[in-house]
């Protein structure tokens, strides 16, 4: 069996030259498939072969010519490494020719070879004027030294040539680096009678085995690799830079269509905006200005978006390039580096393109200072750098690990392993264990902010014993998701910054002080409750009898129960301490009677309202003294 490399190798050029016959010629393999294209005689569709080159095999992806089809053609570009750029001799340069052309260069062809195809057509002085048009097109982009090689797929004169010259630039190129999570942009998606559900495409990261967990994007669908195929052989394991086919269990053909992604589980985050390196053609029939609209092609996904122009440009004129904003109408995966095609709203002229910087980019403030030179620093940046950049970027104070990696086209290890010696990037709530990153900028401006929400509160409510997690969470101005809150506490708390317990918060240094009035309201509380026995009165009908707010009769409570004088059963009932030990004696009593007790018996032994028998019972389940059976409570035995 030969050895399937990590290259893709792809055509190129205007319809009805001569792309899909070179590929026969080449690899003696058919790649229009389907019953429309060999009546017409041309591509619509994407089409696929394999090319061997001393026993190693590359994929390779035949694209449609026709300016109908380019959708399909944009689908099928964005993972070749090697392009064969077809320029037929009769015809020479063509429309489809330019526009081909800019597509590759937008997405950044590298390695290529331009093919003068049906060279048996002409004469040598044409060839001649075809190859000195074909270096004017390329003149100032990477595809400027490319070779130049006529060819004809006919009389098979050039093809020797064309095939040393593959397999020079085939075992030069720089294999893809199969780390990062696996990511697969979905081109086609049938079923397979027998089989169930097969979806084809490039993968572009990380590498898949059989058996492997797998999701679907956008979608939240799950699934696994069931079987793998590369170039139609039967494998265990594939990776980025190969023509993959995963067959699919549980996913039906209608929940799955091309635009989709097939990845590893671990990355859930789509986008609907990002800050992108744009680069305006010299075809573009104008300049580009903040909110044009835009058709926009990343991977096999189609979508329309919104041009915003970020720093002090107006405009972007045809061969300007400059940094944007893309906000999409539909949310997309793409990480930075990914490339990017834009053409016109009707999609009728391809009219630039760019590079995914920040994939998950906020609406940006005209006040936002220092953007375009962290946009740089995430572009072209070291690692630690680029990591900084991203976090400083976010408006929202940290970010989760999976959030930063997926952005990156990383791992959660690697990402860790870049900023293992910054001190500018931050793990919550610690290096070993990390489960977010923030910035150190960041962190002293949240610390800072943290400390002045606690001292107000500490001012307005002296006798409370600290403040609220939630209550905290909600007060701060920088966005703080509830799950990355308490990484930030625990930190804090470590820092000596706050102090926590249970469910508050607290500044170290806060100590509650009662007044004169406030000790003898205190006082009055505890004897009301005492007196109440196992009846007492609720937190409203305190604050009333006494003439407070419900919150300062809380804050009264609290404090007394930290001083263990009450127990807390609900928030709005707490039992003396006798009282509390007198119900959970009748309790036991009840239940060795008849090794269970209903609220009814309950409410009897205690000779109180359903009221309190109720609050009782279900402070007992979940103080683990109790469990519920049906509608009664037994005795918990372990």
Not at 15 to 43: F, M, V
Not at 196 to 223: H, S
Not at 388 to 393: D, K, M, Q, W, Y
């Amino acid at each position: 069996m030969s050895q399937a490399e990590r290259v893709i190798l792809g055509t190129a050029g205007h319809i009805d030259h001569g792309k899909t016959a070179l590929i026969r010629a080449l690899t003696g393999q058919e790649t229009d498939r389907l019953a429309a294209e060999k009546e017409r005689g041309i591509s619509i569709e994407l089409g696929f072969a394999h090319y061997e080159v001393e026993g190693h095999r590359f994929g390779v992806v035949d694209v449609p010519g026709h300016e109908r089809f380019i959708r399909q053609m944009l689908a099928g570009v964005h993972g070749i490494d090697l392009v064969l750029f077809t320029v037929a001799a009769d015809d020479g340069i063509m429309p489809q020719t330019e526009e081909h052309f800019d597509i590759l260069h937008l997405l950044g062809a590298r390695h290529g070879i331009f093919v003068i195809t049906k060279s048996d057509l002409v004469d040598a002085a044409r060839i001649e004027e075809v190859r000195s048009d074909i270096e004017v097109l390329a003149v100032g982009t990477a595809c400027e030294s490319w070779p130049v090689l006529a060819a004809s797929s006919v009389t098979g004169t050039g093809l020797d040539d064309l095939r040393t010259e593959l397999a020079r630039q085939l075992e030069g190129l720089v294999r893809r680096d199969p780390s990062g999570y696996f990511r697969l942009p979905i081109d086609r998606a049938f079923t397979l009678h027998g089989h169930g559900l097969v979806v084809t495409g490039t993968a572009i990261a990380g590498e898949v085995r059989e058996g492997d967990a797998l999701a679907i994007r956008p979608t939240g669908l799950d699934t696994r690799a069931r079987s793998i195929q590369v170039h139609g052989e039967a494998v265990t394991c594939a990776s980025a830079g190969q023509r993959v086919a995963v067959n699919l269990p549980g996913i039906e053909k209608n929940e799955v269509r091309r635009g989709y992604w097939l990845t590893d589980p671990s990355i859930e985050f789509t986008t609907d905006r990002i800050d992108c390196w744009f680069e305006v053609r010299p075809g573009a029939p104008r300049p580009l200005r903040s909110f044009d609209r835009l058709r926009i092609y990343v991977t096999t996904a189609e979508v329309l978006g919104r041009l915003i122009l970020l720093g002090d440009r107006k405009e972007l004129a045809p061969k300007e390039s400059g940094w944007c904003q893309i906000a999409l109408d539909q949310p997309v995966l793409v990480a930075a580096g990914d490339r990017f095609i834009a053409r016109t709203e009707t999609a009728t002229r391809t009219t630039g393109g760019g590079e995914v910087a920040h994939p998950f980019a906020p609406r940006h403030r005209a006040s936002e200072t220092n953007l375009l030179e962290r946009l740089e620093a995430l572009r072209n940046g070291e690692e630690e750098e680029r990591v900084h950049a991203f976090l400083e970027i976010l408006r929202e104070f940290a970010a989760p690990t999976e959030l930063v990696a997926q952005s990156l086209g990383q791992r959660a290890e690697a990402v860790q392993a870049m900023v293992r010696n910054s001190n500018r990037v931050l793990p919550l709530p610690e290096a070993s264990s990390p489960e977010a990153w923030t910035t150190q900028t960041k962190w002293e401006r949240l610390r800072s902010e943290v400390v002045g929400v606690l001292e107000e509160f500490h001012r307005v409510h002296p006798i409370a014993t600290g403040m609220d997690l939630e209550s905290l969470r909600s007060r701060l101005r920088v966005p703080l998701e509830a799950k990355l809150f308490r990484p930030v506490i625990t930190r804090l708390e470590a820092a000596g910054v706050v102090a926590r317990e249970a469910a508050t918060v607290r500044l170290p240094q806060h100590r509650v002080q009662l007044d004169e009035a406030q000790t003898g309201q205190a006082a009055s509380i505890s004897g009301a409750i005492d007196a109440g026995g196992l009846t007492p009165p609720d937190v409203k009908q305190l604050a009333a009898d006494l003439g407070l707010t419900t919150g300062k009769a809380l804050e009264l409570l609290h404090l007394l129960e930290k001083q263990a004088k009450v127990v807390r059963v609900t928030p709005e009932i707490f039992y003396s301490e006798k009282a509390y030990q007198r119900a959970r004696q009748l309790l036991e009593d009840c239940i060795e009677k008849t090794s269970e007790v209903t609220v009814a018996d309950y409410r009897t032994a205690l000779s109180a309202s359903r009221k309190y028998a109720l609050a009782l019972l279900d402070h007992f389940d979940q103080a683990g003294i109790t469990i519920r059976v049906g509608d009664a409570r037994r005795l918990r035995t372990t």
